[in-house]
């Protein structure tokens, strides 16, 4: 009589059965993936203008991965690309905020080499205007208002014992910083990970709102808020720092004036994997309440800039899916765009930066929305239905919920860029199984190893003795 496997061979069996099946669906959904290139999208729209986009490319050691480009695009109203341009440095290039300007050139922020530069770039001639250069390595935005002053976002990554994180003027033709709110002077000292990080708040996006005001994106913070040039106050505050269900770590948020002046706030809630629109109820100055009145979710990885057009839909940049779309209030994507490598911004240039078309309260179209069209619906391979019905039955803590999220979001800046998501995180889910199956295997043997080594030391010593 032929006895049964042991628990240890049935254990085995099953951790080849699930490394094997890990294996050969990584490998099913890598055959059928399309690899992100520039390329025009599913569309149902015509523009009425070009669309300036740039990509924030990624980096090793300083240099440029040929497969992950940082570069700026120009796409016509029919989809085709006008122009592209890789920077005067292709090798060490970001590109993040670029705004169109009334004269047609473009305003564009270019860190390289450790410094940040922003110049005004003439599309025709593809050359700079004039450029300036700010110590920061890495800021994201700057603007420029009043003709001569520059608007910036001070990133600084310090190295000193507190935070200069700021949002400062810059005078061109003083060449000096003619103002500066610091926010240290305003934020505590454990706000976030604390004021001795080296990037403390990670102020991501500026905007002149009016005249003397300015919206600023506290990244680290969760927060929007609005500061008065002139008495440096903070008037308007959306979201507190760690409150994830209202905001968590967004980017370019813009100002809307809704009926009756009711301000109101769209703003890409990019770890939250969603566009999302609030209105002001009311309150005192910093605080007030906030009614969320637009939600935009589904499919997007970390989205960084939504933009309402005057038509009433909303530009949007999937960064993370490496492209640029156009959504009605009631989530169709009627326009899109291919731009990798890690879209960042987009403007339609006719309206200029911030265009400010209407709240969605204005239109009629408040709500909870899913994002629905597009090519990415067909461009990628569906969730494994098994994953996907475990997943969809099975509660998970919140640790877990937030370690997928974030998952989903470093994943593409460290795969293969031929390799999809799912398909690259089954290989590491496979290589961990391995890894676990082979401690567990050591443990369960360790005295057989000991022995083999044991003997094969006193082997090697006989071996040496008989040489002597």
């Known amino acids: ?33 399309e690899e992100p290139t520039l390329r025009s999208g599913v569309t149902t729209a015509t523009p009425d203008s070009e669309t300036v986009i740039s990509s924030q490319g990624w980096h090793a050691s300083g240099i440029s991965l040929p497969s992950r480009p940082a570069r700026l695009v120009s796409v016509a109203e029919n989809g085709s690309v006008n122009w592209t341009d890789d920077g005067a440095d292709n090798r060490t290039n970001w590109f993040y905020d670029i705004d169109p300007l009334a004269n047609g050139n473009l305003l564009v922020v270019n860190p390289i080499r450790g410094t940040t530069v922003v110049y005004e770039f003439d599309p025709e001639s593809r ?48 060449e000096e910083v003619t103002w500066e709110w610091k926010f240290k ?44 040039r002139s008495t440096k106050d903070i008037e308007l505050r ?31 809630d990019s770890e939250n994997d969603r566009i999302v629109e609030y209105a002001r109820t009311g309150g005192p100055p910093g605080n007030g309440s906030w009614e969320r009145t637009w939600t935009l979710s589904g499919g997007m990885n970390w989205p960084r800039d939504a933009d309402r057009l005057p038509n009433g839909n909303t530009l949007v940049v999937d960064s993370m899916n490496h492209r640029v779309i156009e959504v009605t209030p009631e989530g ?19 309206h200029g930066d911030e265009p400010g078309g209407p709240t969605i309260r204005e239109q009629n179209a408040t709500g909870t929305v899913a994002l629905h069209g597009g090519s990415r619906e067909t461009a990628l391979p569906p969730v494994p ?6 997943v969809s039955t099975t509660p998970l803590p919140s640790e877990l919920t937030e370690f997928a999220v974030r998952w989903k979001h470093v994943a ?11 398909a690259f995180s089954m290989l590491v889910v496979s290589l961990l199984v391995l890894l676990g199956w082979a401690a567990g295997e050591g443990i369960h043997q360790r ?7 044991v003997r094969s030391v006193g082997t090697v010593r006989a071996e040496l003795q008989r040489d002597r």
């Open 412 to 422: 593409p800046w460290i795969k293969p860029t031929w390799l999809p998501t799912w």
């Open 185 to 228: 002077n305003h934020y505590p000292a454990n706000a976030d990970n604390g004021i001795e990080t080296k990037d403390w708040t990670h102020v991501n996006d500026v905007d002149e709102i009016r005249d003397g005001e300015f919206l600023v994106s506290v990244r680290n913070m969760d927060q929007v808020i609005a500061v008065n």
């Open 127 to 174: 050359e700079r205007v004039w450029t300036e250069r700010f110590d920061s390595p890495d800021i994201h935005d700057i603007d420029r208002i009043n003709g001569d002053e520059l608007l910036v976002a001070g990133i600084n990554y310090d190295t000193g014992p507190t935070s200069n994180d700021s949002v400062f003027v810059y005078n061109r033709t003083t």
């Open 447 to 453: 005295r057989r190893i000991r022995r083999r080594f």
């Open 332 to 350: 169709e994507v009627v326009w899109e765009m291919h731009a990798p490598w890690a879209t960042y911004d987009a403007e339609r240039v006719a």
């Open 1 to 33: 009589m032929v006895g049964l496997p042991s628990r240890r061979w049935l254990v085995r069996g099953l951790l080849g059965v699930v490394v094997l099946s890990l294996l050969l669906t990584s490998g099913v959904l890598t055959l059928s993936y």
């Open 238 to 268: 959306l979201g507190s720092d760690g409150n994830h269900s209202r905001l968590f770590e967004q980017h370019n948020p813009t100002y809307l004036k809704g009926k009756n002046g009711t301000p109101t706030v769209l703003v890409a």
């Open 385 to 390: 239905a098994v994953v996907g019905g475990v």
